[in-house]
């Protein structure tokens, strides 16, 4: 039998998630949970490509990627929140002036403020020692899959 007070607490949370709703709902705002994720909804059309991008890059190591493959740390990939994964970008370091083309193939980064996350060796390759400030520019798209 359940403790009295784990109900009542029970209830009053029930009872203010469906008032919070109500308001919600009488206010003609539609929820964010109704919008689509821009990661389902985006595609690399020709305007994108060439598109350019700045902030700060950071490194992962993730075992498993959103594109189903396991996480190579010695290959040139990268992590985006919006792009389609298959997506070829040049990340640019700014501190050092070194450029290099990754393939994205991971979701994320989910920080404010950064735009992508590398792989280790495409971290090594930019010198991204942690942070750095990068700009990214959209090539194109990858036909098939590569695993």
Do not use: F, W
């Amino acid at each position: 039998m359940r403790n009295q007070n784990t109900t009542r607490r029970r209830t009053v949370k029930a009872t203010t998630l469906t008032a919070a709703l109500a308001c919600v709902l009488a206010s003609g705002i539609t929820p964010s949970l109704a919008r689509p994720h821009p990661a389902h909804t985006a595609r690399v059309s020709k305007a994108d490509v060439g598109s350019a991008l700045s902030g700060i890059a950071s490194v992962y190591h993730d075992r498993m990627t959103a594109s189903g493959e396991h996480m190579n740390p010695n290959a040139m990939t990268a992590a985006h929140k919006t792009l389609p994964l298959g997506s070829i970008v040049t990340v640019r370091n700014h501190r050092n002036g070194r450029s290099l083309t990754v393939r994205i193939n991971d979701r994320g980064p989910y920080v404010r403020g950064r735009v992508i996350d590398l792989s280790p060796g495409a971290a090594r390759v930019l010198g991204v020692d942690g942070l750095a400030p990068v700009s990214l520019s959209v090539n194109g798209r990858v036909s098939g899959r590569r695993v």
